[in-house]
C-alpha cells in the first residue's frame, strides 16, 4: 500500500468490506484514521487490543452487542487510533460495573504514561483524583475549587460542589 493515493470511496469501501465481515466497525474506523493520519506507534489495531484485550476477542461482534464497558473501550480506542494529544472522557465509569471501571482506568494509566493528556470528568470524584495530577471542580458552571490532585482535601470538595 506504500506509495497509494486513497480518495474517500476507496476507504468507505474498505471500510463496509471488513463491516460485512462482522469486524467491530468502530475499530474499524479507527483503523481508517490510522491509516491516514500515521498514528502513534502504541495505538494501532494491535496496540488497542493489547490495551484492550477483550476487544481482540469481541472483534468480530457488532457494536450493539458489546456491553456497556466494551463499548466505552472501543469509543477509546478509536480515539487513540486518531493519535490525539489530548483525550477528553466523559463520565467513564457511569453505569459501568465496578470491575470495569477499574480495568478502563488502569489502561487510561497506560495512555497518560505513554503522553497523552487526558480530561477526565467525572462524578466518582475519588476516582478522578488519584488518576489526575489537577483538581477542577464546577458548581453552576464556575470552577469552584481548582489544585493538585493530591493536595485537595475531601472537605474542600465537598464545600466546592456545595457550596458549604
Known amino acids: 500500500m506504500a506509495g497509494t493515493a486513497l480518495n474517500g470511496t476507496?476507504?468507505?469501501?474498505r471500510l463496509e468490506t471488513l463491516a460485512r465481515s462482522g469486524a467491530n466497525f468502530?475499530?474499524?474506523l479507527g483503523s481508517a484514521v490510522e491509516y491516514l493520519h500515521h498514528a502513534h506507534p502504541d495505538f494501532h489495531w494491535t496496540g488497542v487490543y493489547e490495551l484492550f484485550p477483550v476487544l481482540s476477542q469481541k472483534r468480530r461482534a457488532y457494536p450493539r452487542t458489546l456491553s456497556g464497558g466494551e463499548q466505552q473501550m472501543t469509543a477509546i480506542g478509536r480515539a487513540l487510533m486518531a493519535n490525539p494529544r489530548l483525550l477528553i472522557c466523559d463520565e467513564l465509569s457511569l453505569g459501568l460495573a465496578p470491575v470495569v471501571v477499574k480495568s478502563l482506568?488502569?489502561?487510561l494509566g497506560r495512555v497518560v504514561r505513554k503522553g497523552v493528556t487526558a480530561i477526565i470528568v467525572e462524578q466518582d470524584v475519588a476516582l478522578a483524583q488519584g488518576m489526575s495530577s489537577s483538581l477542577y471542580c464546577f458548581q453552576e458552571g464556575r470552577v469552584s475549587l481548582r489544585g493538585a490532585s493530591a493536595e485537595v482535601t475531601r472537605a474542600e470538595i465537598t464545600r466546592a460542589y456545595f457550596g458549604i
Open 10 to 13: 476507496d476507504i468507505c469501501q
Open 26 to 28: 468502530d475499530i474499524v
Open 105 to 107: 482506568y488502569e489502561a
